[in-house]
Each structure stands twice: as C-alpha cells, then as structure tokens.
C-alpha cells in the first residue's frame, strides 16, 4: 500500500460483490493531477454543469429508445424526439417525461409503476439490484478518475457521498433495463441465475463500443475530468444500443 501510494496510485477496497466500501488518495500526487482535478471540479460553472447535464440526460433518453424498440417501435420513436429537445439543464425536466412513457410501456404492463429502493417484488427488485452492481462500478471508476464523489452534477443531498456517481450512472441503466426485459416476466430476485445474469449485464460490451460497461464506465469518468479541467469542450455521453444518434 506504501508503494502504491507512493506513486499516487488511488486504491479503491470493495465488497464480494465489487461495491466500494472504502477508498485510498495518496497524499503524494506526483504530477499533481489528482489536486488540480478536484480544484476545477469544485469550481465548475453552472452553464458548464448544465451542458453536462444535458448531453447525459440525451444520451439515457436515447438508450432508453434503443432499448424499448423492441417492444414498441411507436414510443422508441417519441422518446428519440424528446432527447432531442433537452435544452441545457433539462430546464422541461424531459428526464422524467420521459421516463414515464417509457416505464408505462416498457414491459408490456400498463400497471407497471417504477419504485426505487422500496423493497418491492418484482421487476423493481431485478431493477434495483442490477442499479446497485452499476452503482458500483460508477462509484469505483469516480474514485480512480481523481473526483469528488461528493460533488454532483445534478444530484445533490447532505447523505450523499457519492453523489456525482448517481449522475454519471445515468447513461448506463438501460444496460439493466435491456436484461430485466430479457429476463421476462417469471423472475424473482431470490434466484440465483437471475441475479447471475444481472451481474453479467455489466460485462457485456456497452453498445458499439468495443468496451464492455465497466470500461466504458472508468473511460467515461475520466472524460469528465478533462471536461471540467477543459481539455475538452463538449462532454460526449455514451449511448446504450445500436443506433448512432
């Protein structure tokens, strides 16, 4: 740990099931990367958090398309319409608009409600623990990017330690999404193979890219440290599926 640290190496200590639960930044930073990094990330502007915001809030609204498609070509298409117009800082909340239509009809169960994080059966289950896997792969790739978990883009809130892991993390649901729907309707969280093929979800190749998710993930992080640093001028959000928007 002392050579690792040495060497300004970020050391992140997980659970079995690869959920951060601790983490190291060596007090050496050799380049002085990691410092310079956190000064512009706690200084950001907000026309550059809503530009962020933006261009993430699109590219989920284009993978919740991609993956509904297949149920339902009429709503994939009124969905693409919708990320187009998000406007700097989803001022119209298309987020959640969005998410609506696509909860309403995604499954094939007009009944269907989402419910995050209230312990119901289901699909919910399957959601939110597939949810919780990528969490963690967020979490681990902000970590090892040199960022402030605490500091969000949009999501915010005093307990929050890892708040910008639930912003960065958008992009990436429709990954659980798509395999909760291939999965089908005789599920239950209990089972082992279910919960095997949501880890799996995870390793698979994230759209076109030749990376699979938890690269696509750290690589994604990183893109977001030169975005505040401004290195680069535009934050290019990874999109879910097949469909080059």
């Not at 979490?139 to 892991?165: E, K």
Request: net charge neutral.
């Amino acid at each position: 740990m002392y050579h690792l640290a040495n060497q300004g190496v970020i050391t992140v200590f997980t659970d079995w099931k690869g959920l951060p639960i601790s983490g190291v930044y060596p007090w050496v930073d050799p380049h002085g990367r990691v410092a310079a990094r956190q000064r512009a990330q706690s200084e950001l502007s907000l026309p550059k958090k809503k530009n962020a915001w933006k261009n993430i809030v699109k590219a989920k609204v284009f993978g919740q398309a991609n993956v509904i498609e297949r149920v339902d070509l009429t709503v994939a298409d009124k969905l693409r319409s919708m990320a187009q117009s998000v406007k700097s800082g989803d001022p119209e909340n298309i987020e959640a608009q969005a998410a609506r239509l696509y909860w309403h009809n995604l499954f094939g169960d007009k009944s269907f409600r989402r419910l995050p994080g209230l312990g119901e059966p289901g699909k919910n289950a399957l959601l939110d623990y597939g949810y919780t896997i990528l969490r963690g792969q967020s979490m681990r790739a902000i970590v090892s990017a040199g960022l402030i978990p605490t500091l969000g883009i949009f999501h915010r809130g005093r307990g929050n330690q890892f708040a910008l892991a639930d912003d960065l993390i958008e992009p990436f649901r429709p990954v659980i999404d798509a395999a909760v729907l291939r999965i089908g309707d005789e599920c239950c969280i209990e089972d082992k193979e279910v919960r095997r093929l949501l880890i799996e979800a995870t390793l698979e190749k994230f759209g076109t890219l030749d990376s699979v998710v938890q690269t696509a993930m750290t690589d994604f992080a990183q893109q977001y440290g030169r975005f505040i640093e401004g290195d680069i001028e535009r934050l290019s959000v990874p999109i879910w599926g097949s469909h080059d928007q």
